[in-house]
């Protein structure tokens, strides 16, 4: 289901493809994996809802803000940066997106990062592939790994591309894959909630469930319990 633009070689998209075996972690704590094992749906965080305020922002400095102030400026238009802002926050205010980290192995530090002080946890495993088509039924999605910039302009030729693009410096160490959705037609103008619940299924998704290293006895025979 990975859905690519057809453009020239020559123009810098952030979307890449990767391997369908390449294995994909997501990091939970346990009430969040009970959500998903009780509502078989993952949940899909409203990008304007991101610690990184920058999310989906379109940085100065990039061709298409360049052409935007010099079109504008030259009509003498005055206000057009405060509408592309709202334009803007609009758009971070649809769309929802699912992370995960690519890795062939368990990571300490995104235990430390995604499950906090929160021990009694586990980190869910599957591939590329197989996330991909846990989520067929979910609609339209666009997936890939995510683009890491530092200070670098960034060509926005498809609008949903500035939500693929992250600080190398701060966020590199992730190596995020991300599953990216819209509001559908019909929920515009409605009250958007600062998530998105997809249907998943788990079965074709998930290969391996890990517990954290430091995860009580309870918690584990309770979860064991369960399948």
């Not at 409203?46 to 102030?69: A, Y």
């Not at 495993?125 to 530092?150: E, M, W």
Request: with cysteine; glycine share 6%.
């Amino acid at each position: 289901n990975f859905l690519m633009v057809s453009v020239s070689r020559d123009i810098d998209l952030p979307y890449s493809e990767v391997p369908d075996d390449t294995v994909l972690w997501r990091y939970l704590e346990g009430y969040k994996f009970d959500n998903i094992l009780d509502t078989r749906q993952l949940w899909f965080s409203r990008i304007d809802q991101f610690f990184d305020g920058t999310e989906g922002r379109k940085p100065d400095g990039t061709p298409d803000s360049l052409g935007e102030k010099h079109f504008f400026k030259s009509c003498g238009i005055a206000g057009w940066e405060d509408q592309n802002e709202s334009d803007e926050d609009d758009q971070r205010s649809s769309y929802f997106a699912c992370c995960w980290h690519m890795n062939q192995m368990e990571n300490l530090r995104m235990w430390k990062d995604y499950t906090k002080k929160c021990h009694d946890s586990v980190a869910i495993v599957g591939t590329v592939d197989s996330i991909n088509r846990a989520l067929q039924n979910a609609g339209s999605f666009k997936s890939s790994p995510v683009k890491y910039v530092h200070g670098d302009p960034r060509p926005q030729f498809d609008m949903k591309s500035k939500f693929f693009y992250k600080d190398r410096k701060k966020y590199s160490h992730e190596r995020e894959y991300r599953n990216l959705v819209s509001l559908e037609k019909s929920e515009s103008g409605t009250v958007i909630d600062v998530k998105k619940m997809i249907s998943f299924d788990f079965n074709v998704g998930i290969k391996r469930i890990i517990f954290h290293p430091r995860a009580s006895t309870r918690f584990r025979n309770d979860l064991r319990k369960r399948f």
